[in-house]
T-cell receptor
Framework: GAVVSQHPSWVICKSGTSVKIECRSLDFQATTMFWYRQFPKQSLMLMATSNEGSKATYEQGVEKDKFLINHASLTLSTLTVTSAHPEDSSFYIC????????????FGDGTRLSIL | AQSVSQHNHHVILSEAASLELGCNYSYGGTVNLFWYVQYPGQHLQLLLKYFSGDPLVKGIKGFEAEFIKSKFSFNLRKPSVQWSDTAEYFCAVNKPPEWGSSNTGKLIFGQGTTLQVKP
């Protein structure tokens, strides 16, 4: 089945550093990828929609300068948390949908980000 | 605004008990409906989906869901739960994506239901 790989799975870093998270669709092309944030015991909150070859679409209240998204190819999207602070600590999850399809999204394993 | 509501936040059942998790959505027009499951320490997995056709859909692991359009509901059911069904369950809805438009088919998730099955 379709697989989405997310890397790293866990990162701990100091406040003020930038962290890049990669999301790859391993066996299909994905024009659109999605980035979510999940707080403990809560649902997934959509942060932005990543579009290959164009700018990402951010949800209301999400700082685009804080969470930089690059979708450089049909199989890779990256989320960079810039100048991370403790309040950015969270579980970040990406998903991808097969190009030009109405099929369900496939989710990565998530990245647990801890900012000290 | 579009929203998805799951009524049960935390459900505790004994093995072999029947399960029904409620999901209601507010969305006009055609929608796709999904149930995802997140086992402890694992990624979200698709349990089942409804796009069109028979409103009673069967998914993996003995789960099924019924789409009732008049009630804007998509409740998840399983006749007999097992300890291994202990997980977080999410209902999600989207509008079918339209190429070349701003509609990317983004998913709106419900709050999630924690299911704990006692052996």
């Amino acid at each position: 089945g379709a697989v989405v790989s997310q890397h790293p799975s866990w990162v701990i870093c100091k406040s003020g550093t930038s962290v890049k998270i990669e999301c790859r669709s391993l066996d299909f092309q994905a024009t659109t990828m999605f980035w979510y944030r999940q707080f403990p015991k809560q649902s997934l909150m959509l942060m932005a929609t990543s579009n290959e070859g164009s700018k990402a679409t951010y949800e209301q209240g999400v700082e685009k300068d804080k969470f930089l998204i690059n979708h450089a190819s049909l199989t890779l999207s990256t989320l960079t948390v810039t100048s991370a602070h403790p309040e950015d600590s969270s579980f970040y999850i990406c998903s991808a949908r097969r190009q030009y399809s109405n099929q369900p999204q496939h989710f990565g394993d998530g990245t647990r980000l801890s900012i000290l | 605004a579009q929203s998805v509501s799951q009524h049960n936040h935390h459900v505790i059942l004994s093995e072999a008990a029947s399960l029904e998790l409620g999901c209601n959505y507010s969305y006009g027009g055609t929608v796709n409906l999904f149930w995802y499951v997140q086992y402890p320490g694992q990624h979200l997995q698709l349990l089942l989906k409804y796009f069109s056709g028979d409103p009673l859909v069967k998914g993996i692991k003995g789960f099924e869901a019924e789409f009732i359009k008049s009630k804007f509901s998509f409740n998840l059911r399983k006749p007999s739960v097992q300890w291994s069904d202990t997980a977080e369950y999410f209902c999600a809805v989207n509008k079918p994506p339209e190429w070349g438009s701003s509609n990317t088919g983004k998913l709106i998730f419900g709050q999630g239901t924690t299911l704990q099955v006692k052996p």
